[in-house]
């Protein structure tokens, strides 16, 4: 944040707004930098270059791409339900289905909300689930059928971003089960954190929920289940926010541009590809 209490991609977007400016007039104006012109250049690049919503010409000239598209509300004011979900194993198409939920709302740089339950899923639980998660068949079949639970799931994801460590496994299970369950999907954005680590993170080869906690020296407790992962989830997403936040990521959409860029592998192997890690991450798939 910057002293006069704006983010500097705020102060950039309010100094465009007036028309085009060259790099080190930005450097100078919204970074308070001087010095050696390569190494204004390379402050700015860093701050704005990945943002499709500002755009350089050769000259070193920035400008807005969209005056409609200007930075969004900040960070911390923004609401995010971290969610982790168990089931029965395998996909949706095949019939499996949630049989533990959790959602943890992160908030103004803290965790502000916690909520979780057992569901019913209507079929039986294979036996290396059960030992995986510790949830045996009783406690299900003792809990509500996903159905008189929609309707808060719901209302704790709308409004929201939802996150999850992979979260398109867990956006799949939910949002069709909501879909099934009350007709209504939530029209929300959605962050993965696996996605975030890879980009923020690139050194950390593997980027499943065990590497990344460690990483960050979060501590799971009682993994495999929906509360314990959903919970160590938002404390990773916590870090991850403040790792965005120096490199002067400034609000959601910039957020999530971040976490959509992907690295490609050269001829030489010298950088990460878009797939790595995959065999590390699939395993949070139930």
């Known amino acids: 944040m910057t002293p006069g209490g704006g983010s500097l991609l705020h102060r950039a977007a309010e ?4 028309g085009p400016a060259h790099t080190l007039d930005l450097a100078r104006e919204v970074l308070g930098l001087s010095g050696h012109p390569g190494a204004l250049s390379q402050a700015v690049f ?14 070193g000239v920035w400008s807005l791409h969209d005056a409609h598209r200007l930075p969004g509300a900040p960070l911390r004011d923004i609401g995010f339900a971290v969610v982790d979900v168990e089931t029965t194993g395998g996909s949706f198409e095949h019939g499996h289905r949630i049989m533990e939920i959790a ?3 992160v908030r103004g740089g803290a965790v502000v909300d916690e909520w979780y339950a057992l569901v019913n899923p209507g ?6 689930v059960q030992a995986l998660t510790g949830i045996r068949l009783e406690m299900v079949w003792a809990a509500p059928h996903f159905d008189h639970i929609a309707g ?21 299970f939910v ?4 879909a099934e369950a009350i007709g209504q999907v939530p029209d929300v954005a959605r962050l ?24 960050f020296e979060v501590v799971i407790h009682q993994r495999h289940r929906a509360y314990g992962d959903a919970l160590a989830t938002a404390r990773v997403l916590l870090r991850l926010l403040d790792e965005a936040t120096v490199r ?10 971040l976490a959509r860029r992907r690295r490609w592998r050269s001829r030489r192997g010298g950088a990460v590809t878009a797939a790595h890690g995959r065999t590390c991450h699939q395993v949070e798939a139930f």
């Open 103 to 105: 959602v943890v709302e």
């Open 192 to 215: 993965c954190t696996v996605r975030l680590t890879r980009t923020l993170v690139p050194r950390l080869r593997c980027r499943n929920l065990d590497a990344v906690s460690a990483h």
């Open 123 to 128: 079929r039986p639980v294979p036996l290396f």
């Open 152 to 172: 808060e799931l719901h209302d704790r994801l709308e409004g929201r971003v939802f996150v999850a460590h992979n979260a398109a496994f867990d956006w799949r």
């Open 248 to 257: 002067g990521v400034a609000d959601l959409e910039a957020l999530l541009s």
């Open 15 to 18: 100094c465009l707004v007036g």
């Open 46 to 59: 860093t701050l704005l270059g990945a943002d499709g919503r500002f755009r350089v010409d050769g000259r």
């Open 175 to 178: 949002s069709t089960e909501l």
